[in-house]
């Protein structure tokens, strides 16, 4: 049992992926790089699809949601783990480490429902051609993304409530680049059972939940597809499901892994969080605008339209 004279944990330290100097300064440049490419390309594609009227339909305003959840979990931990990686004892206050738990929590569950949210919406395209835009309309596309955020704010609250709730007397050294449930808990004084139980029962739910529930979507998609006559009709099908299901197993796999594991060592549990953290968001707009040819011509017209405009203005 912890004595009473023991000091309450009110910061963390985060000890981020190695104790080496050099590796720190190797790290920070791939993860600044990584953010700014992320931030770059997905304000990219936020821009165009808000630019470009033809681009205003429910499958890239939901690609354009997608882009911005990005944005958002690479904000949640990378500027912080920056500033780590060049001051290593550089603290992080409980509140603001809680706060971090939470929002990283939020934005991943959120993202995983849009990711349901988005198959949904290749359904009804493929499978209900001719009802899809009476389907899909403004006010359920809407209805929908404010849903995917509900269910977001329930998963990140159930994963940092019951962490809130334990007590930090010891150690306040966390053996990760950013703050989340399982290193954290194994910082406290008291008893985990319950928080160690709700987390991985949250987090298990979602991501089967989700797996499920894109399998059996996935699985009518291509039955509706495979019964289309025209080969080139099945293949323009396909293409426009492509890209979300390479998504899709980039967001799932390295979820699945973390908390469906029976017991991982933590330099494989941050190696696999810095994949989906850092290098899934980085990813994803790459994956949209190269396999998708209205996003790429849109953006070629969208710089046209800036360089016309300088133009304009220097003359």
């Known amino acids: 049992m912890a004595s009473r004279n023991e000091t309450r944990v009110t910061q963390f330290i985060l000890l981020g992926l190695s104790s080496n100097p050099y590796l720190q300064i190797v790290f920070f440049v791939l993860f600044l790089v990584m953010y700014l490419l992320t931030l770059t390309g997905n304000l990219l594609i936020l821009t165009t699809i808000y630019v470009e009227p033809h681009l205003h339909t429910p499958m890239y305003f939901f690609l354009s949601h997608l882009s911005f959840l990005d944005l958002s979990f690479s904000t949640v931990t990378v500027p912080r783990a920056l500033v780590h990686f060049l001051w290593p004892r550089y603290t992080i206050s409980f509140n603001d480490c809680m706060a971090q738990l939470f929002f990283f929590h939020l934005i991943g569950g959120t993202e995983c429902f849009h990711l349901i949210l988005m198959a949904y919406d290749r359904y009804v395209a493929i499978c209900n051609p001719l009802r899809y835009t009476t389907i899909m309309n403004t006010r359920v596309c809407l209805l929908l993304v404010f849903f995917t955020w ?21 150690s306040n050294e ?5 703050c989340d449930s399982h290193p954290l808990s194994l910082l406290a004084c ?4 319950v928080s160690e139980t709700v987390d991985m029962a949250n987090s298990g739910t979602l991501t089967l939940g989700c797996f499920l529930v894109l399998f059996i979507s996935y699985t009518y998609i291509i039955s509706t597809v495979l019964k289309i006559n025209s080969a080139e009709g099945r293949q323009k099908a396909f293409s426009t ?5 390479l998504v899709v197993s980039l967001f799932f796999g390295p979820c699945v892994f ?12 941050k190696m696999v969080s810095v994949f989906y953290a850092i290098v899934t968001p980085w990813l994803n707009p790459f994956i949209y605008t190269l396999r998708n040819e209205k996003v790429r011509k849109s953006m070629k017209k ?7 405009f300088l133009d304009t203005h220097i003359n």
Not at 160 to 170: D, E, I, K, W
Not at 258 to 269: G, H, K, L, W
């Open 190 to 193: 008291s008893r985990t059972f």
């Open 302 to 308: 969208l710089g046209g339209k800036k360089v016309s």
């Open 241 to 245: 499901c492509a890209s979300h299901l």
């Open 258 to 269: 973390i908390y469906m594991r029976p017991s991982v060592t933590f330099e494989a549990d």
């Open 174 to 178: 966390v053996n990760h680049f950013f």
């Open 150 to 170: 509900v269910g977001g704010f329930i998963h990140g609250f159930w994963q940092a409530f019951p962490t809130t709730q334990l007590s930090f007397c010891g």
